[in-house]
C-alpha cells in the first residue's frame, strides 16, 4: 500500500491507489438542535426521537467518491473530501478537515489519528471501519487537543473514538469487533480534558454488542476525569453502558449526564451488568438528570 502525503486545500491523490470495492454510500439528515439551543425545552420522550444510524451517519448517498492508500498530512488547514482510503490517516498538522471520506482500516492502530501537539481536526460525514478480521485498534484516535466528531459512522473496530476533549456529535458508533485481551469500548476517555477545555458527547448512538467494556467510558488512566458532558445519547451494550468517571486517582467534577437514553436491547440491564457505574454522586458540581430507559422509566446512577 502506498502512502500519500498532502499539503494545503483539497487533497490531491497519485496514481496506483488500491481499489477498496466500497459498499453503497448512505445518506444524511440534518443534525438536531444543539444542548446549548435545546437547553431550556423540555425533553422529547425516548420514542420521538430521530436516533443516528444508518440513513442519517457517514457518507451521503451520492458523493463520488476517489480511492487511494494510507495519507498523512503535514499542512495546516488541509481539507480531505470524497476519498475511500484503505489504509489510515495520519493528521500531524493543525486544523484540518476530514469530511465525505471512508476509512477502511487494515491491520494497526488508527483509522484516523491526530498526533500530539496538534489540534482542531473535525471528523464529519464520514465512515471508518476495520475489515473484520485484523485488528483496527481505534476508529478515531486523539493525542491531541481539540477534536470534533460530526456524523460519523464507526463501526468493526476495537474501540470507536479515544478522546480526552473536543465534541463528539450526532454520531453512529457501533457494533466492535473483539481480539483477544481487548477492553472495549465505543466513545472513551482515558483523564482529564487539556486546560480551558471540555468534552461533550451529545445525541450519538452508541452500541456495545459485547458484554464488555462499555459504551461510552470516562475512565482515570491518566487523572482525574473532570468537566465532560453526555447528554441526549442512545446508550445500549457493554459490561456498563456508561463508566462515569470515578475512579481511584480522585473524586471526578462537572460531570453532567442528562437526557440520556438506555436500551435493554442488547442486555436486559443495558449493560450486561447494568446502565451505569462509577459515578462521583458527591463529586463537585456533577449532575444527573432526565436519564430514562426507551420506556420512559427512570434511570438512576445507584
Not at 489519528?113 to 484516535?141: A, C, H, M, P, Y
Not at 487539556?194 to 459485547?210: K, P, Q, S
Request: aromatic fraction near 6%; charge should be neutral; hydrophobic fraction near 30%.
Amino acid at each position: 500500500m502506498r502512502s500519500y502525503v498532502v499539503g494545503l486545500g483539497l487533497i490531491v491523490l497519485l496514481s496506483g491507489c488500491q481499489s477498496s470495492g466500497a459498499r453503497e454510500p448512505i445518506a444524511t439528515r440534518p443534525p438536531t438542535p444543539s444542548a446549548s439551543e435545546s437547553a431550556s425545552a423540555p425533553p422529547l420522550k425516548p420514542q420521538e426521537r430521530s436516533w443516528p444510524g444508518p440513513d442519517n451517519t457517514g457518507v451521503p448517498k451520492g458523493v463520488p467518491l476517489r480511492e487511494s492508500g494510507s495519507i498523512r498530512v503535514t499542512k495546516s488547514g488541509t481539507v480531505i473530501d470524497g476519498v475511500e482510503v484503505t489504509g489510515y490517516i495520519t493528521v500531524e498538522a493543525d486544523n484540518v478537515t476530514i469530511r465525505n471520506t471512508r476509512v477502511r482500516g487494515t491491520k494497526g492502530w488508527w483509522g484516523i489519528l491526530q498526533r500530539e501537539g496538534r489540534t482542531g481536526l473535525t471528523v464529519e460525514d464520514s465512515e471508518i471501519f476495520g475489515n473484520g478480521k485484523e485488528r483496527t485498534q481505534f476508529g478515531i484516535l486523539n493525542q491531541g487537543k481539540l477534536l470534533t466528531v460530526r456524523r460519523v459512522d464507526i463501526h468493526t473496530i476495537s474501540n470507536g473514538i479515544l478522546t480526552q476533549q473536543g465534541v463528539v456529535e450526532d454520531s453512529y458508533v457501533h457494533d466492535p469487533k473483539y481480539y483477544s485481551g481487548d477492553h472495549t469500548d465505543m466513545i472513551m476517555s482515558t483523564g482529564p480534558p487539556a486546560d480551558g477545555t471540555e468534552l461533550i458527547i451529545r445525541r450519538n448512538t452508541v452500541i456495545n454488542t459485547l458484554d464488555q467494556t462499555g459504551a461510552i467510558a470516562l475512565f482515570q488512566d491518566f487523572g482525574v476525569v473532570k468537566n465532560v458532558t453526555v447528554e441526549g445519547n442512545l446508550l445500549a451494550g457493554g459490561g456498563w453502558s456508561l463508566y462515569a468517571g470515578a475512579g481511584a486517582k480522585g473524586k471526578s467534577s462537572n460531570i453532567k449526564v442528562i437526557g440520556n437514553v438506555f436500551s435493554r436491547k442488547v442486555w436486559p440491564k443495558g449493560g450486561s451488568a447494568g446502565p451505569v457505574s462509577y459515578w462521583d454522586k458527591d463529586g463537585p458540581g456533577n449532575t444527573w438528570h432526565g436519564n430514562t430507559w426507551e420506556n420512559g422509566g427512570t434511570v438512576s446512577p445507584g
